[in-house]
């Protein structure tokens, strides 16, 4: 998850360097209410390395949390 006031750009960015497609949540700040967007994105170990060196260049200010997911169904993906 990356929480950003840049989702669009951030979301560019994801597709530029990975060829990963995202998705954009609208979202607000819990403490002063600014809207932001929270992009959501499935990549390998390595592909990730290169989103979050891309993401930080372009966002310092990006609130970055990762984790792994045990599996994923959808379109562009498979169970193995």
Avoid at 27 to 36: A, L
Avoid at 47 to 65: C, G, P, R, T, W
């Amino acid at each position: 998850f990356i929480v950003t006031a840049k989702g669009k750009e951030i979301c560019r960015i994801i597709d530029q360097c990975s060829r990963r497609g995202s998705t954009m949540l609208r979202s607000r700040g819990g403490y002063r209410q600014d809207k932001k967007d929270t992009v959501m994105v499935v990549s390998s170990s390595k592909e990730m390395y290169h989103i979050l060196q891309a993401v930080k260049a372009n966002d310092s200010e990006a609130f970055i949390i990762l984790t792994e997911a045990n599996e994923i169904h959808g379109n562009g993906f498979s169970v193995h």
